[in-house]
């Protein structure tokens, strides 16, 4: 085998001896043996002496060139080369053209790379699973999810094996698509096409299950990764925190903050903490919460708005009203400016304080959002107010505030007014968030069936939306004459959140059995609630003689 660093020096011995018309093959193979050892730089000082000698390169020379540049991680030099063929009258075979798709995706032109690609299918060209492993990379930083499984599928129909590094990017961008399910059968493809995962597959599966907050996975990858050893970022141990705290997975949370600490490779940063205080505060354990904001303090972080608002969230489950007002007073002085977020939190603690502790929040929301104070003020100060003049002032706040808290603060208001036994202010709120359609599809009908939907609202919010549908059968049943479906359905959605004390199902079902009401919980339909139009328009009949006019 010749040697790369005598290669040079042995050609030149050799051209003494050949005819010219072979002295293009000695070349060719002397840069083969530079390719083989990644030597693009002697490699492309090979071919200036091609010029200078009048040795007209051909088709291999360049393919050899273009082919060394690629192993070299250096695609813009593959497309140079590539772009110079036609100057010196050669033109590219299939090989050469398969090979320059993965070469221009590298080197950021997708819009050719595309349209070689678009070619290849066409032509039946051969194409290596670097070049698809490179397409994939391409669809996945565009945002086209779908185009990364159409490669994967297209180069399996064509018996293109895909390597590990496939799979990782493929994983990569069903977790960027928020598709958990598609990431696990990928998985399962990996495992029995024998590859075992590394550590970037891993972290794509904590990444793709973390965000898409499929709990179990995400932990079971965890465990495995620690099994094996196998070092987590800071990045990943935030991405786990993060999804325990929205999921409520309070020991877990806990178990993977204490490895963290104690892994030797990271330390806990802002966004650690943050996650670490919304676990403790979201579920009311004031002494944990209170010390890992202690800790975050001594780790040279201060506490953001975020953190201060599950903080307040926290002393709010815990019904300790001067400790929340006590925290607020320290968002002023540390002269932040409360957002939407903390004062819905302030709303949603008010929900959950005795009345007669509520005028120490209003305060507060007054001096944080004087028209949320202003409307709070209506709702439990005021006995009664002018026919639509609530409306008005609730409608004008919604119109103030972001879209994504509109009915985070409309649920709000009405488990405040359900608090207080207002239930014709409650009813007055819900119609607002109809009419703004953030009360969207509350109510269907079919043929078969008419349902109630309440699985998007809160406690009070879905009772109050319950009373206002009996009323509204009433009418139909016993006014209007009008015939009931078959069935007639009440959907309070399944499970319920691990911070929750009771579900909304078990709410809706002890009201119903109040209400003497013929619903019952579907054998086969999780969270439903049904009955038939016979045992309803009897119910109904019931009540109206009865003289009940209201659920």
Same mark, same amino acid.
């Given at each position: 085998?010749?040697?790369?660093?005598?290669?040079?020096?042995?050609?030149?011995?050799?051209?003494?001896?050949?005819?010219?018309?072979?002295?293009?093959?000695?070349?060719?193979?002397?840069?083969?043996?530079?390719?083989?050892?990644?030597?693009?730089?002697?490699?492309?000082?090979?071919?200036?002496?091609?010029?200078?000698?009048?040795?007209?390169?051909?088709?291999?020379?360049?393919?050899?060139?273009?082919?060394?540049?690629?192993?070299?991680?250096?695609?813009?030099? @593959?497309?140079?080369?590539?772009?110079?063929?036609?100057?010196?009258?050669?033109?590219?075979?299939?090989?050469?053209?398969?090979?320059?798709?993965?070469?221009?995706?590298?080197?950021?032109?997708?819009?050719?790379?595309?349209?070689?690609?678009?070619?290849?299918?066409?032509?039946?060209?051969?194409?290596? @699973?670097?070049?698809?492993?490179?397409?994939?990379?391409?669809?996945?930083?565009?945002?086209?999810?779908?185009?990364?499984?159409?490669?994967?599928?297209?180069?399996?129909?064509?018996?293109?094996?895909?390597?590990?590094?496939?799979?990782?990017?493929?994983?990569?961008?069903?977790?960027?698509?928020?598709?958990?399910?598609?990431?696990?059968?990928?998985?399962?493809?990996?495992?029995?096409?024998?590859?075992?995962?590394?550590?970037?597959?891993?972290?794509?599966?904590?990444?793709?299950?973390?965000?898409?907050?499929?709990?179990?996975?995400?932990?079971?990858?965890?465990?495995?990764?620690?099994?094996?050893?196998?070092?987590?970022?800071?990045?990943?141990?935030?991405?786990?925190?993060?999804?325990?705290?929205?999921?409520?997975?309070?020991?877990?949370?806990?178990?993977?903050?204490?490895?963290?600490?104690?892994?030797?490779?990271?330390?806990?940063?802002?966004?650690?903490?943050?996650?670490?205080?919304?676990?403790?505060?979201?579920?009311?354990?004031?002494?944990?919460?209170? @010390?890992?904001?202690?800790?975050?303090?001594?780790?040279?972080?201060?506490?953001?708005?975020?953190?201060?608002?599950?903080?307040?969230?926290?002393?709010?489950?815990?019904?300790?009203?001067?400790?929340?007002?006590?925290?607020?007073?320290?968002?002023?002085?540390?002269?932040?400016?409360?957002?939407?977020?903390?004062?819905?939190?302030?709303?949603?603690?008010?929900?959950?304080?005795?009345?007669?502790?509520?005028?120490?929040?209003?305060?507060?929301?007054?001096?944080?959002?004087?028209? /949320?104070?202003?409307?709070?003020?209506?709702?439990?100060?005021?006995?009664?107010?002018?026919?639509?003049?609530?409306?008005?002032? @609730?409608?004008?706040?919604?119109?103030?505030?972001?879209?994504?808290?509109?009915?985070?603060?409309?649920?709000?208001?009405?488990?405040?007014?359900?608090?207080?036994?207002? /239930?014709?202010?409650?009813?007055?709120?819900?119609?607002?968030?109809?009419?703004?359609?953030?009360?969207?599809?509350?109510?269907?009908?079919?043929?078969?069936?008419?349902?109630?939907?309440?699985?998007?609202?809160?406690?009070?919010?879905? /009772?109050?939306?319950?009373?206002?549908?009996?009323?509204?059968?009433?009418?139909?049943?016993?006014?209007?004459?009008?015939?009931?479906?078959?069935?007639?359905?009440?959907?309070?959605?399944?499970?319920?959140?691990?911070?929750?004390?009771?579900?909304?199902?078990?709410?809706?079902?002890?009201?119903?059995?109040? /209400?003497?009401?013929?619903?019952?919980?579907?054998?086969?339909?999780?969270?439903?609630?049904?009955?038939?139009?016979?045992?309803?328009?009897?119910?109904?009949?019931?009540?109206?003689?009865?003289?009940?006019?209201?659920?």
């Amino acid at each position: 085998m010749t040697n790369p660093e005598t290669a040079p020096l042995v050609l030149i011995n050799l051209l003494e001896t050949v005819k010219p018309s072979r002295e293009v093959i000695l070349y060719n193979v002397t840069m083969k043996v530079l390719r083989k050892s990644k030597d693009l730089e002697k490699a492309e000082k090979l071919f200036d002496e091609m010029l200078q000698r009048g040795v007209k390169p051909d088709n291999a020379t360049f393919t050899t060139l273009i082919s060394c540049a690629r192993q070299c991680g250096l695609p813009k030099r @593959a497309v140079e080369w590539f772009e110079k063929m036609p100057s010196f009258g050669c033109e590219p075979d299939n090989v050469t053209l398969a090979a320059m798709i993965d070469a221009y995706g590298r080197a950021g032109n997708v819009e050719t790379a595309l349209s070689l690609y678009d070619r290849a299918r066409t032509e039946k060209w051969r194409i290596d @699973a670097v070049t698809f492993s490179t397409l994939i990379r391409i669809y996945g930083y565009s945002g086209n999810y779908d185009g990364c499984l159409n490669i994967y599928e297209e180069m399996k129909s064509l018996g293109v094996k895909p390597n590990l590094v496939i799979y990782n990017r493929l994983l990569d961008s069903m977790g960027k698509a928020k598709r958990p399910w598609q990431a696990k059968i990928i998985h399962r493809d990996l495992i029995s096409n024998g590859f075992e995962p590394n550590w970037s597959t891993y972290a794509a599966l904590v990444r793709a299950y973390g965000r898409a907050r499929y709990g179990d996975d995400a932990l079971v990858i965890y465990r495995e990764m620690k099994e094996k050893g196998l070092e987590l970022t800071v990045i990943l141990y935030n991405t786990l925190l993060s999804m325990c705290a929205d999921i409520g997975y309070v020991d877990e949370a806990f178990e993977i903050f204490q490895d963290m600490k104690s892994c030797g490779t990271c330390e806990p940063d802002s966004w650690t903490f943050s996650s670490l205080i919304t676990v403790y505060s979201c579920c009311g354990r004031v002494a944990e919460a209170e @010390a890992a904001l202690l800790e975050m303090r001594e780790a040279g972080f201060e506490p953001t708005l975020f953190v201060l608002t599950s903080v307040i969230q926290c002393y709010g489950k815990a019904k300790q009203v001067d400790d929340v007002v006590r925290t607020f007073d320290q968002v002023l002085e540390l002269g932040i400016e409360p957002d939407d977020r903390f004062c819905g939190c302030l709303l949603n603690v008010m929900t959950q304080t005795p009345s007669e502790e509520i005028g120490k929040l209003i305060e507060c929301v007054e001096k944080a959002m004087p028209k /949320l104070g202003h409307v709070v003020k209506m709702l439990v100060q005021d006995e009664s107010c002018e026919e639509g003049v609530l409306k008005k002032e @609730a409608s004008e706040l919604i119109d103030s505030i972001g879209s994504d808290v509109k009915k985070a603060y409309l649920n709000c208001l009405i488990d405040l007014c359900v608090n207080l036994s207002e /239930l014709e202010k409650a009813c007055e709120i819900l119609q607002l968030g109809m009419e703004c359609d953030i009360y969207s599809s509350l109510q269907s009908k079919s043929a078969t069936q008419w349902s109630l939907h309440l699985k998007s609202l809160s406690l009070g919010a879905a /009772l109050t939306a319950l009373h206002g549908w009996m009323n509204d059968l009433t009418e139909t049943a016993l006014t209007s004459g009008e015939e009931f479906p078959p069935l007639l359905g009440i959907n309070t959605g399944h499970g319920k959140h691990k911070y929750s004390d009771k579900g909304l199902a078990a709410v809706v079902e002890s009201h119903l059995k109040e /209400l003497n009401a013929p619903f019952h919980e579907a054998p086969d339909k999780v969270g439903w609630f049904l009955t038939t139009s016979v045992a309803a328009k009897e119910w109904l009949e019931s009540r109206r003689s009865s003289g009940e006019v209201s659920a």
